[in-house]
């Protein structure tokens, strides 16, 4: 962890213990049962998270902190919020202690300056739904935005941006989101009524999580269907086997020097492990033909971009990286296929597989020819600079492979191990 980091989640710890300690007044006398009742419901939402990306995720603590701020006040909130991570994070998970005093400090942050934002707005008297309404969406917008802002600043500080993550939490979760805070709110109502009302809540939020899991499981799920389908079309061949594995490697490596925020480099890589899924149409003897191909033999070629492009674009939540499939043999010279674009015209993510595959490629024995050393292939990606290949990514690949700013790249044989790195 850097020095800025430890930094910023020391002073969000410190932040949230003044907050609490600022508006101790606020506590309600009498109210411990409901602490300890608020504080079960918090470390039981706490262990239902709903996986948003490939480096965390959401737990549905959210309804529960927002109903402690609306009801009690920020002190209130903040206790109810450090202690439910306490618990659950680090006395039953045993995560570690800079976890679980960020996620403690940003929810303790983020209910207590919703429950004073409330405060301010509410009308005198118990919570109403109707005459709250504006207050309770305020607070809400107030809790989401800061909760989202305090993970994205910590997100930002490994290099990434700032703004394109802050967006793409809210394009990822945002429904999400916005089923939480009325829920919360809802339960804040109930619960003034009487105590026994919280038993109802479990089951409506359990329905939420089972809802989100499901979509989470399908958005994996999909990717693992279209890697099984393009390892299909690798195992086809085995001069080609584990091709696809490496090509996401070579372009992942490529992304990350380019300094690329990581949904792209996420989007890029997964794009490049099933760039050749167009093949699973194509005839194994065109596949496989060591001769020229004929006219009608090279249609068939030049159609599977497109055709990956069309099959992964049938699964709803992989759309957005078939541009790279159908677009990754373009030419930086506008020679290319299958539209013939030219230059920056070509998807970014597209010209960086280009490279990414062109280098397997050459470093690969196929039927026809011997694989070339790296030296020679780089050779190759230099002299097809401002041609074939985007001339600024040929010379990040080849600063990758001599460490100039990431580990070296090493030519692996065809085997069922992905590309390997060494330092």
Known sequence: ???????????????????????????????????LIFLAA?????????????????????????????????????????????????????????????NAGQLALSAGLAALVYNQLKVPGPVDLKSDAFAIAVAAVVFLLVNDTL??????????SFLHEWTASFREMGILYISMAPLGALLA????????????????????????????????????????????VDKRDEYTFAHSQRVAEY??????????PRKEID???????????????????????????????????????????ELAGQFSMYRKGTAYIRHHHERWDGRGYPDGLAGTQIPLGARVITVADAYDAMTSDRPYRKALSPEIALAELRRGAGRQFDPDLVETFIGCYRGDSRPALVAVPNTETSCSYSS
Do not use: C
Not at 67 to 89: E, H
Not at 199 to 209: D, H, N, S, T
Not at 272 to 285: E, F, P, S, W, Y
């Open 267 to 309: 989007l890029i890589v997964s794009a490049a492990r099933v760039h050749d899924l167009g093949k699973i149409a194509t005839d194994n003897r065109i596949l496989y033909k060591q001769a020229s191909l004929t006219d009608e033999e090279r249609k068939a070629i030049i159609a599977h971009p497109a055709d990956g492009s």
């Open 42 to 102: 918090a470390v039981t939402s706490e262990r239902w998270a709903v996986s948003s990306s490939l480096e965390g995720s959401m737990s549905l603590s959210l309804t529960v902190g927002f109903a402690a701020a609306i009801l009690y006040g920020p002190a209130f909130a903040g206790i109810v919020a450090i202690g439910g991570v306490v618990i659950s994070d680090l006395l039953i998970s045993r995560r570690h202690w800079t976890r679980v005093a960020f």
């Open 151 to 160: 993970v994205t600043v910590v997100i930002s500080m490994s290099g990434r």
């Open 189 to 232: 109502f109930a619960y003034q009524d009487s105590r026994w009302n919280v038993l109802y809540f479990p089951f409506l939020i359990l329905v939420i999580y089972n809802g989100f899991k499901l979509y989470a499981n399908l958005q994996t799920e999909t990717d693992h269907a279209l890697v099984l389908l393009a390892d299909t």
């Open 1 to 35: 962890m850097s020095p800025a980091v430890a930094t910023y989640i020391a002073f969000i710890a410190v932040a949230a213990a003044v907050l609490v300690a600022a508006t101790a007044n606020t506590f309600p006398a009498g109210h411990d049962i409901d602490l």
């Open 251 to 260: 372009s992942g490596e490529i992304a990350r020097a380019l300094d690329l």
